[in-house]
């Protein structure tokens, strides 16, 4: 059957597999054998002719390279020569071993464990294929991909993502562990901004406390003290009493934090309705006062009444600075201002100005110049407490015997910062 011609086309040394594939698919002549024969060396696919004994009949390069057999070597052996020992494919746990018994189905297997002949396993993706051959019985086709780089490939993606998901999780709880060390910063600031009132309260208290101790014990020891030095005694009683009721009331209008009372305010009218208090005892001290506000001025969110505290403090401390240069004449200018979503309150003096050291104190609870009885050294601290609740601002601007300007700063609506 075989012509020169012919012979030239078919390989040197056709195998089973031309022949079978041959014959299966109704060919006849020896060129068709070869060109099946050629296909089956070149497939990138590791494929194997298996009969239904399980008994290996013919391989290609692929194959070869897979296994790590040569094709004598398994030729005439059982496919059992390529299974895996029991326990061997330890990282291959869930892969079916290769087996005969895998080759009674068509179909495809993803996960096959198969040992090669260096005593690795590799896992492979395993199609079967019964073809009817004209031989005896019925032939396998078994068809082999190596998928342990894909697999490798994949627990490794697998690990990756784990670790990026603990990575996540680490992040989300050290990002809680962070929250939660701020807060309880926010909080000693809290406790020592108060450690430090309670001890200016408890200086400030006692002075007066001692005050009255002593005329009290005086009295005590003159039961038969004349009227005058009784009334006298008495007196700086009451006045010490007075003193402390009024750090008291100063300290219930601190503590109480009011964000009741909150409206949409017009700062121009808090400020007219701070300067009535004030306006007297201006004139009456040859202090002017000079408005420059800007008309329909933004409104701000806040409380009044506390905004009327800042302002009346503000005023009065910029009265004593003037008063306390013996000029007998002054000038207060009061300015207001829209600047974007912010006004901004301005209050400049000619006063005595402040030097650089009462700059830095100012706003320190208890810090005052004043004379004894005059100041208590309270109203900054109050205003600043009562403006940074609001988010705003106060700064301010001073030059010793130039005079001083405080800058308050507020947003239209503090709950949207
Ligand atoms: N406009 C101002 N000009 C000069 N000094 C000022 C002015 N405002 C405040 N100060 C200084 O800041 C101190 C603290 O002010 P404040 O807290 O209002 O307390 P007090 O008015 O009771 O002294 C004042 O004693 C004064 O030395
Ligand atoms: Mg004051």
């Not at 075989?2 to 014959?23: D, H, L, Q, V």
């Not at 698919?25 to 239904?52: H, M, N, P, R, W």
């Not at 019964?130 to 190596?146: E, Y």
């Amino acid at each position: 059957m075989r012509t020169a011609k012919r012979r030239s086309i078919a390989p040197a040394n056709p195998t089973r597999f031309g022949a079978e594939m041959a014959a299966c698919l109704g060919a006849v002549t020896s060129s068709e054998s070869g060109k099946y024969q050629a296909l089956f060396d070149q497939a990138s696919d590791a494929i194997l002719l298996v009969d239904g004994e399980g008994k290996v009949e013919d391989l290609n390069h692929a194959a070869e390279e897979l296994t790590g057999f040569l094709k004598s070597e398994l030729v005439g052996q059982s496919v059992q020569k390529l299974r895996p020992l029991p326990g061997q494919a330890m990282s291959l746990q869930r892969a079916r071993p290769m087996g005969s018994e895998l080759l009674r189905a068509p179909g495809t297997v993803e996960d096959v464990a198969l040992l090669r002949k260096d005593g690795y396993p590799r896992l492979v993706e395993a199609s079967v294929r019964h073809v009817q051959a004209q031989s005896d019985g019925p032939t396998v086709l078994l068809l082999l991909r190596d998928v342990s780089e894909k697999k490798r490939l994949e627990r490794e993606l697998l690990t990756k993502h784990s670790e990026l998901l603990n990575a996540y999780l680490q992040l989300e709880k050290k990002s809680a562990e962070m929250q939660a060390l701020q807060e309880t910063l926010v909080q000693a600031g809290k406790m020592t901004a108060l450690g430090e009132l309670a001890t200016g309260i408890a200086h400030e208290l006692n002075q007066p406390l001692q005050v009255i101790r002593g005329f009290a014990q005086e009295l005590q020891a003159l039961p038969d003290a004349d009227s005058a030095t009784r009334a006298g005694h008495l007196k700086e009683i009451v006045t010490g009493v007075d003193k402390m009721r009024s750090i008291i009331d100063y300290l219930r209008g601190h503590v109480r934090k009011s964000v009741e009372g909150q409206d949409w305010v017009d700062v121009n009218q808090v400020l007219d309705e701070s300067f009535k208090m004030l306006e007297r005892q201006l004139q009456a001290r040859g202090i002017q006062l000079q408005r420059h506000y800007q008309p329909s001025l933004t409104r701000v969110f806040a409380n009044p009444v506390q905004l009327e505290q800042v302002f009346i403090n503000l005023g009065t401390n910029a009265r004593d600075a003037i008063e306390s240069t013996g000029r007998g004449s002054g000038k207060i200018e009061v300015e207001t201002q829209s600047v974007g979503d912010f006004v901004e309150i301005r209050f400049r003096d000619d006063g005595c100005g402040m030097p650089e050291k009462t700059r830095q104190k100012a706003f320190n609870p208890f810090f005052t110049t004043k004379e004894v009885g005059k100041g208590m050294g309270l109203g900054l601290s109050l205003s600043y407490g009562i403006i940074t609740r609001l988010q705003g601002s106060i700064l301010v601007e001073s030059e010793l015997g130039k005079g001083t300007c405080f800058t308050v700063r507020l947003p239209r609506d503090y709950r949207e910062l």
